[in-house]
């Protein structure tokens, strides 16, 4: 059948006659292991499906727990703080100035330390709130070009790397 088919592609359409193709043989087990590989694959099918379920929720509550865990507008500390930084006082502004340092030129993301560094481009970035999530290393990424740096003292949203001293962003 894959010979077949494989024809018709290269010609363009699946055109063979009738007779070539009834003359096709193909494996068939009888029908007990039919139903009994029909049921795996059902069961797997399941199994994926419930998993896209369980995505879905987990995306839910993430995007649930980002709400509380930071600030809203108006509001300058989160609904929602880690026992040990309850009753500390409140999250500070800071204007991006603040905390970006603009390179004189670009930066080389094929040297070090820049081509560890995590790339932070246009998709890493949540608008309705301007979070900033860390992307993969320059390097990773075959980046060619970059230009801004975050100062490792700050942490700009929740999922940069401890162990990151500065961020890449392009």
């Not at 007779?19 to 069961?43: G, H, Y």
């Not at 879905?56 to 989160?78: M, N, S």
Request: glycine share 10%.
């Amino acid at each position: 059948m894959g010979r077949l088919i494989n024809e018709g592609a290269r010609a363009g359409r699946f055109n063979i006659s009738v007779t070539q193709f009834l003359s096709t043989e193909v494996w068939r087990p009888d029908k007990n292991e039919q139903k009994k590989i029909a049921d795996c694959l059902d069961s797997v099918n399941a199994l994926i499906a419930a998993q896209g379920r369980k995505v879905e929720a987990l995306r839910a509550h993430k995007k649930g727990l980002i709400q509380q865990l930071f600030p809203q507008e108006g509001e300058t500390q989160p609904r929602l703080r880690f026992p040990e930084f309850e009753g500390k006082r409140s999250w500070k502004e800071r204007k991006l100035s603040q905390i970006v340092e603009v390179s004189s030129g670009q930066v080389d993301p094929t040297e070090s330390p820049y081509c560890d560094m995590p790339h932070i481009g246009g998709e890493n970035i949540e608008s309705d709130n301007v979070r900033l999530e860390p992307g993969k290393p320059a390097l990773e990424l075959g980046l060619i070009s970059g230009k801004y740096l975050f100062d490792g003292g700050h942490r700009s949203g929740p999922h940069f790397s401890d162990r990151a001293i500065s961020y890449h962003l392009a």
